[in-house]
């Protein structure tokens, strides 16, 4: 991967798996799921592969990976994982190292902040708050926020259009395929996070602008304004 620095004149950022490490909340509200409605619990790493295109997809593969479930079954599940997972939400979340002292950067950089995931905002912005990382953002765009989430680039073109900024000269700071597809769609650069989750696929596998082992790599990568 090349070092290349890019103009970056707004950062979007994914949440899950690129901010912040919720995995651990998510297993428990997924085990929780699964002991109400009588059916096997998953691991911490079965639940680290099913996260990435939001909760609905998560709580399916939950239920119908090396398993079976119809439909109706999957969409009554869906209510209880909320339920469960709206108590736990933010309770063994975690940032990760280098996240805090790079908004801080970034910020004083003077440079317009956003996050885009792909999960609720009934689940984001509460979480974003509890963690006190909600004030570096000058918008969230979140997975019920437009009709479609990423891969679909559209939710990248609505951070850009909330910031004021040419997705061309933004940068996307993300941890899996889904996050890469957006912003190749977009025409947008994007660097992968090697600690995120990326959905059980090699990270180092996936068609990206550049890796970050550390939040803090990103400040190597742009340009000054």
């Known amino acids: 991967m090349s070092g290349k620095r890019y103009p970056a004149e707004a950062v ?12 651990a909340d998510l297993a428990e509200g997924v085990n929780r799921m699964l ?30 990976e090396n398993a079976q ?40 950089q003077g440079r317009p902040l956003a996050v885009v995931t ?8 509460p979480l974003l708050e509890r963690m ?12 019920d926020t437009l009709p479609v989430k990423k891969p679909d680039p559209a939710m990248l073109f609505h951070a850009c259009r909330l910031l004021g900024a040419d ?18 769609a977009a025409a947008m650069p994007v660097l992968l996070v090697s600690y995120g989750y990326s959905e059980g696929m090699p990270v180092d596998s996936i068609d990206c ?3 970050l082992s550390d939040a803090r790599e990103v400040l190597d990568r742009l340009q000054p304004l």
């Open 132 to 143: 006190e990382i909600a004030g570096y953002f000058d918008a969230v765009v979140c997975g």
């Open 12 to 23: 979007l950022f994914d949440l899950d798996g690129t901010l912040l490490d919720t995995i």
């Open 167 to 184: 997705a061309r000269r933004a940068l996307l700071i993300g941890d899996s395929a889904n996050d890469a597809l957006a912003a190749r």
């Open 69 to 108: 479930a119809t439909e109706a079954e999957i969409e009554a599940a869906l209510p209880v994982f909320r339920r469960h997972y709206a108590q736990v939400n933010g309770r063994a979340t975690r940032i990760y190292p280098g996240v805090i002292e790079t908004l801080t950067a970034l910020r004083a």
């Open 209 to 211: 602008d550049g890796l």
């Open 35 to 64: 002991a109400e409605l009588g059916r096997p619990l998953r691991t911490l790493e079965e639940v680290h592969s099913f996260v990435g295109k939001g909760i609905p997809n998560l709580v399916r593969r939950c239920l119908t």
């Open 118 to 125: 792909n999960k609720a905002a009934a689940f984001t912005l």
